[in-house]
Each structure stands twice: as structure tokens, then as C-alpha cells.
């Protein structure tokens, strides 16, 4: 099994891919989706819990984080929305617990402390799913700027979350991305000046 332990200074780390995955596909339904919501929506674990099913719409959620006080509209990744295609409409906030009742954080701890350790995962937490969003955006070629229109953070912060980031495969997507641009781009040959 992967173990991640926490960082100095009560910083914690992203969760290996492979784990995400196991909470995914094996955490029971409630805490899975509150899983996918963070991954997917890259906020902090209590504006997640927060969401409510009237921010909800024109596939977008609005969210109004708690610390910071800003006011985000995020696109519905497509994996979100197929959790929430099937989330009950138990309450007004879109993540409840087992029972039915908007998570409290600190239920929610107790239960993903509960969650992780049913499924054999190691003590990682809900605030390194927020450092995931952020590298899984960095790798599908977003920039600074869009990862913090959608995660809500300064270029500062995304930046220091982007630290870890496997440079090699940055530097894939970049290339990547360079060549499409290219290859669309009207070229012409500077040696001969035809196109």
C-alpha cells in the first residue's frame, strides 16, 4: 500500500493517483461523491460540503469560498457531473451524509478517517485532494491563470501547489501543445518564403 505522510507544518500532500482512485471506486457512495467534488471542483473540503443544488446550474456551480470570500462560477467537469446525475436530492446542499443530512466537518473527518482506513488507505486527507485539482489541471496543459479561475487561489499559491509537479511531464504537455499550435499555424518556410 502507498503511504503519504504529512508534511512539516501541518502541510499535507496530494494523494497518489492510484489512491484516488481506491476511494473512488470503493468508499461508500456519501463520501465518494464528496471525494469527486473536491477533485473535480479543486475547493477546499468546507465550501465542498457547503455546495448547495441551488448554485447548481447552466452546468456550473457557484461557489463563494468561505476564506477567501470570492465568488467562483466552475464548469461541471464531465465526471462531476455524472455524480451528480445520481446524487439524491435529499437535501438543499448537494453532499449529505449516509442519513440524508448536510455533512458538519467534523463528521465528515470522523468518516473519512473511518472510510480510509476501511479501505486500507493511510492518513492522508481532504485538503490534498485540493493540491490534486491543481496538478491534474497543470497537466492537462492549463496555465497558472486558468487553474486559479477555477480553484480560486492566487498565481502565487497555485504556483507553490505546482512545486511537486513532475517537470518532464509538464514539459510534455507544453511541447504538446506548441507542436498543435504550429501545425495550425499558416508556416511559412523562412528558407525558401513559401508556405
Known amino acids: 500500500s502507498t503511504s503519504v505522510k504529512e508534511l512539516p507544518g501541518g502541510e499535507h500532500q496530494p494523494w497518489p493517483e492510484p489512491l484516488i482512485d481506491r476511494w473512488l471506486n ?13 477533485i473535480y471542483t479543486g475547493q477546499r473540503i468546507g465550501d465542498v460540503l457547503k455546495m448547495g443544488w441551488g448554485a447548481y446550474k447552466n452546468n456550473s456551480i457557484e461557489v ?17 457531473k455524472k ?19 448536510p455533512w458538519t466537518y467534523s463528521r465528515w473527518v470522523e468518516v473519512q478517517r473511518e472510510e480510509r482506513s476501511r479501505i486500507g488507505i493511510g492518513r492522508l486527507v481532504s485538503h490534498g485532494w485540493r493540491k490534486n485539482a491543481v496538478i491534474r489541471l497543470l497537466h492537462a496543459g492549463c496555465n497558472v491563470p486558468q487553474v486559479s479561475a477555477i480553484t480560486g487561489q492566487s498565481h502565487q499559491m497555485v504556483e507553490y501547489y505546482a512545486k511537486g509537479v513532475d517537470q518532464e511531464a509538464l514539459a510534455r504537455v507544453a511541447m504538446d501543445k506548441y507542436a498543435e499550435w504550429i501545425e495550425n499555424k499558416k508556416v511559412v518556410n523562412w528558407r525558401t518564403g513559401e508556405n
Do not use: M, N
Not at 64 to 80: A, G, Y
Not at 83 to 101: A, E, H, N, Q, Y
Open 26 to 38: 470503493e468508499a461508500r457512495p456519501e463520501a465518494a461523491w464528496v471525494g469527486a467534488g473536491c
Open 64 to 80: 463563494t469560498q468561505q476564506k477567501t470570500k470570492k465568488s467562483l462560477v466552475i464548469p461541471v467537469h464531465p465526471e462531476l
Open 83 to 101: 455524480v451528480l446525475d445520481i446524487v439524491p436530492r435529499r437535501s438543499v446542499k448537494i453532499f449529505t451524509s449516509f442519513s440524508g443530512v
